[in-house]
């Protein structure tokens, strides 16, 4: 075929596919052959569109596969591709092809994007979410990450940070249904989670409460008692707060920092393994220091409730 009838072909398909007449513009593509594969990469890009739009997804994979290994540093034709995997459901196969295309390109939040709903959609709803994060982080104005990455939060019964990413998609994008179904869904959960925890939190037995008279339910302290008592409960919730600050401490400078280098190599180390185990090895090794601060802290709520309940039982000698 000659360049310029090429070229005529080209613009003859681009105005079907315009006027959306995909199954037309298809015909009039399936007419180009014997070119070289460099010359045909705009041909294939017009049918594995066609191919997508007419739902014939073997086809369109099939297409964006030959381009991206006649095009092997562009991510876009993997990322295509991986979209296409989930469009049918494979999501094993997406998700190794999107993890090549963030290996040939690390800024695409396309990749990142159809990756977490390979994630998700297959059942793994804690590796959508750093995912959905990094397209949201290269693309903040992205309304279906920011709508996906509340879907992946409630999956994980996380309401609240569901009901804040649900309200930034509304935010970029006030007429997004889903978000607006997604919120009140959230919403509706938060507000019953709330309203079944105790309102006196977890030291008090609410159950009790109401059958004990107040004259008999805590013991009688004179004002020397009671400034002690005092000082016992700042003391050992002092304790609880030390050991609570030194958990937190633990887990925001060495125990996230290794998970998300652990994670990051899960998603872009498909060819290096030894940087996978690597990073395992890291994050391994900051499990003793968190489950020693853990015990400390457990060991601090425990005295601190022992406390409580000595505080609260009656007096036998005014009963």
Do not use: W
Not at 78 to 93: C, D, I, M, S
């Amino acid at each position: 075929m000659a360049p310029g009838m090429l070229e005529q072909t080209k613009t003859e398909a681009m105005t079907l596919i315009r006027q959306r007449q995909y199954a037309e513009a298809l015909e009039v593509l399936e007419a180009v052959s014997g070119l070289p594969a460099h010359e045909m990469l705009d041909v294939l890009e017009m049918r594995a569109m066609c191919y997508f739009r007419t739902k014939d997804f073997a086809q369109a994979c099939a297409c964006y596969q030959q381009i991206a290994d006649e095009n092997p540093t562009s991510s876009k034709p993997l990322t295509n591709l991986g979209a296409v995997y989930n469009r049918l459901k494979q999501y094993p196969q997406a998700v190794s092809v999107l993890r090549k295309a963030i290996q040939r390109d690390k800024q695409n939040f396309d990749a990142y994007y159809n990756l977490g709903f390979a994630h998700r959609h297959a059942g793994h709803p804690e590796l959508a979410v750093p995912a959905y994060k990094e397209a949201i982080k290269l693309n903040p104005q992205f309304d279906q990450a920011h709508l996906n990455l509340a879907n992946a939060y409630l999956d994980l019964n996380n309401n609240r940070l569901a009901i804040a990413h649900y309200q930034a998609a509304l935010a970029i994008n006030p007429e997004l249904e889903a978000a607006t179904r997604g919120l009140k869904k959230a919403q509706e959960r938060e507000i019953s989670s709330t309203s079944n925890q105790n309102p006196f939190g977890r030291l008090v037995d609410v159950t009790q409460l109401s059958h004990k008279k107040c004259s008999t339910a805590m013991r009688q302290l004179s004002e020397a008692d009671r400034k002690a008592d005092r000082e016992d409960v700042q003391k050992l919730t002092k304790a609880c707060r030390n050991a609570a600050r030194h958990v937190s401490e633990e887990i925001r400078e060495k125990m996230e920092p290794a998970l998300l280098a652990l994670t990051r190599s899960l998603i872009d180390g498909e060819n290096r393994p030894d940087l996978i185990a690597q990073n395992y090895e890291q994050f391994r090794a900051q499990i003793p220091r968190f489950d020693e601060g853990r015990r400390y802290l457990k060991r601090s709520v425990l005295e601190l409730r022992g406390h409580e309940e000595m505080m609260n039982t009656p007096d036998l000698s005014e009963l």
